[in-house]
């Protein structure tokens, strides 16, 4: 069955605070920070992009685009489809699975397209959208980008975060490749944290158990 995310547009629950809907870009990568457009997949995931604005946004802030191109309704779809073709895809992998020929096919019609153009400016590296085709440029630079990582050196270290509250994808670029957290700061030290309370709360127990014990 495909995988698609619920378009929460209309019916966003008033309790999710309004940075859970900020992006997160912990992936350092484009393709996968792509993926992380959907929050929170682990228990039950919401849109983060959920107007084409949205779309225009995260090219911006993933420091993609430094102008803003528009985006239409039938260009956020694409860019979902895509998104969760990608998202299969790096499952697989993680899981030493091939991408299915569906996710592939898809992947490869997005990066068709001519991508986005690098620019020399002022001994800066930038990448400027097309006249027209902006929206499939920014696309294919994207699918692209999933290629390159399903493809190459790092495609065996695509990983889960092991924060059962993040599963953010990312990949593991230290020497060991042994890397369980996307980020050491945000997920590391808080399992590790989860990790001490458990066993101080253990031996709290098993204190209050051998009182009970001793007192009988
Ligand atoms: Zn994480």
Redesign the pocket.
Not at 165 to 168: G, H, M, P, T, W
């Given at each position: 069955m495909d995988h698609v995310p619920r378009d929460v547009a209309a019916d966003v629950p008033a309790d999710i605070p309004a940075e859970e809907l900020a992006f997160n870009f912990?992936s350092a990568r484009l393709c996968l920070a792509f993926v992380a457009t959907v929050g929170e997949r682990w228990r039950g995931e919401y849109e983060r992009l959920r107007a084409p604005e949205d779309l225009t946004r995260w090219y911006r802030e993933v420091g993609l685009l430094d102008e803003a191109i528009t985006v239409t309704r039938p260009g956020l779809d694409s860019a979902r489809t895509l998104r969760e073709a990608i998202y299969r895809g790096a499952k697989a992998l993680i899981a030493g699975r091939d991408l299915t020929a569906a996710d592939e096919a898809l992947i490869n019609t997005a990066a068709t397209a001519p991508p986005l153009t690098p620019v020399l400016h002022g001994g800066a590296r930038r990448l400027t959208a097309p006249k027209s085709g902006a929206q499939a440029a920014a696309l294919s630079t994207v699918a692209r980008d999933a290629i390159d990582l399903f493809t190459g050196t790092h495609a065996d270290r695509i990983r889960e975060?092991?924060?059962p509250?993040?599963?953010?994808l990312?990949v593991d670029t230290s020497r060991p490749g042994r890397r369980r957290?996307?980020?050491n700061e945000?997920?590391?030290s808080k399992d590790r944290s989860a990790a001490y309370r458990r066993r101080r709360q253990a031996k709290v127990e098993h204190q209050v158990k051998q009182l009970a014990e001793d007192q009988a």
């Open positions: 912990r975060c092991a924060s509250e993040c599963a953010l990312f957290w996307c980020s945000a997920c590391g």
